[in-house]
């Protein structure tokens, strides 16, 4: 991906975007998708703040270096207001090259909790490299958040921010996003799996 043109990366960055709203992990613009610049390796490439991925255009993919100014969008277009963690995970993890952050219901629902997602399947331990920690509160958008993400990240590729949502990094967007689609599945599984348990305890011993 690091010889990729910037435009081409752009549209990339658009798509991956796409591919998370159409599956629901994000709506709305509750979410958002970056990729580190082909040739400047303290830049990124993130969607932008408040425009909705249905309507987001190629173009509106905004270029920013690693302490948030803009190198280059369209008319009054503002970098996703998340980008700080984004900057702080590629300034620490010089492997990434994509995240996908996203507000999956069933990930969001366990960073509510404050409960890690273990690394009970092959495919989680495969994709995410161990249990999805929990990052401590901070409001979004601030260095602290920033600071958390990272830290609670460490070496693997997904972490939860508290009662927030999910950041997932990978090499590529294709990797970052399949990191996102295994944690929310894993996520979808444990939450199904406890409810089951709790029924069948609840049924008539000759039921069971
Ligand atoms: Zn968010």
Not at 56 to 64: E, N
Not at 157 to 172: F, I, T, Y
């Amino acid at each position: 991906m690091a010889s990729l043109p910037e435009a081409v990366l752009r549209t990339r960055v658009r798509r991956t975007a796409q591919r998370a709203s159409d599956a629901g992990h994000i709506v709305a613009s509750l979410g958002n998708v970056s990729a580190r610049h082909p040739r400047h390796d303290d830049r990124l490439l993130i969607t932008p703040s408040g425009v909705s991925y249905g309507a987001m255009a190629s173009a509106d993919v905004v270029t920013i270096d690693q302490g948030g100014r803009v190198h280059r969008a369209v008319g009054e277009v503002r970098p996703s207001s998340e980008w700080r963690v984004h900057a702080a995970i590629y300034r620490a993890r010089p492997d990434v090259h994509a995240i996908v952050h996203t507000h999956a219901v069933h990930a969001q629902a366990f960073s509510f909790l404050g409960c890690p997602l273990s690394a009970d399947t092959e495919e989680l331990d495969a994709f995410a490299g161990g249990d999805v920690d929990v990052a401590d509160y901070a409001a979004s958008g601030t260095g602290e958040l920033a600071e958390n993400a990272v830290r609670a990240l460490g070496s693997r590729q997904a972490v939860l921010l508290a009662r927030h949502g999910v950041v997932s990094v990978g090499v590529s967007l294709d990797a970052a996003y399949a990191v996102a689609q295994v944690v929310e599945r894993q996520a979808e599984r444990a939450w199904r799996l406890d409810q089951a348990t709790e029924l069948s305890a609840s049924l008539p011993e000759r039921g069971r």
